[in-house]
């Protein structure tokens, strides 16, 4: 599911327009689209097109055709998913953000994953985070974040840089926060993309254990790179286990 604009197709482009008016309010939970003809000049596009935006947007369970009344707004619309880049434990969190439980901060070295989608040379030192995401008591999900090498990060984003060694510095003592909720916090004034992928695996013995789940337990695996222009600045693997809370994912067809 590529975030950046510039790889989608015009219809999901447009399919993004009316999402982004749907959340935003101006078509709200109840209210009924303009007919094809009228909602085509507003937006200036083809009618072909709306009506295959349309159409996905229905099968993502924004809209609703009634017979007789046309297209309506669902009254509890999805939350945006994967599309926007988004800390994983307000994703899942159903309006309240779980809880973030450092297991370890730790520097390591490249691991395949970490040289396939950071670029990390064999011997560059990356911090590693692991944690788990917490609700209500139960363990919800496992996260592995990894930050690009702190030289590359002071050369293309110093903010981020800072920001996470000041968060591990407070961690030490308080609450702990993810690695991705850092990046977003340091990046107000910097333009991020990212590309995130869904697998289904099972946890294994190592996640099911600090999960306090069975081995062979289904969950989906979910990777995230996020990038400062061409460069990638972190990767990072999410386990959430069956009985986990919904993940909303929007995907780019």
């Known amino acids: 599911m590529a975030v950046s604009g510039q790889r989608r197709r015009p219809v999901v482009a447009l399919y993004e327009r009316i999402a982004d008016a749907v959340h935003e309010g101006t078509y709200p939970p109840g209210s009924t689209l303009p007919s094809e003809p009228k909602l085509a000049a507003e937006l200036g596009v083809s009618r072909p097109a709306l009506r295959e935006a349309l159409l996905l947007l229905q099968e993502d369970g924004l809209l609703t055709v009634r017979r007789g009344v046309g297209r309506t707004v669902n009254d509890r619309p999805p939350r945006r998913g994967f599309e926007h880049v988004q800390p994983l434990e307000e994703l899942i969190g159903a309006g309240t953000p779980l809880r973030v439980r450092a297991l370890l ?45 702190d030289e590359l990060l002071d050369r293309v984003h110093p903010e981020f840089a800072r920001a996470l060694r000041a968060t591990e510095e407070r961690t030490a003592r308080g609450p702990a926060a993810s690695m991705l909720s850092v990046l977003l916090g340091a990046s107000r004034e910097t333009a991020l993309t ?55 994912v929007l995907q780019s067809h």
């Open 194 to 248: 990212a590309h995130s992928g869904i697998t289904a695996t099972l946890l294994g013995r190592r996640r099911g254990d600090q999960l306090g789940r069975p081995a062979d337990t289904p969950a989906v695996l979910v990777t995230q790179v996020a990038r400062v222009g061409e460069t990638p600045v972190l990767a990072a693997k999410h386990m959430l286990p069956t009985g986990a809370p919904a993940l909303p």
């Open 105 to 149: 901060r730790t520097v390591e070295e490249p691991t395949d994953f970490t040289t396939q989608h950071l670029l990390a040379p064999a011997r560059a030192e990356l911090r590693f985070w692991e944690s788990v995401l917490t609700g209500e008591g139960t363990a919800a999900a496992l996260s592995h974040e990894w930050a690009a090498a």
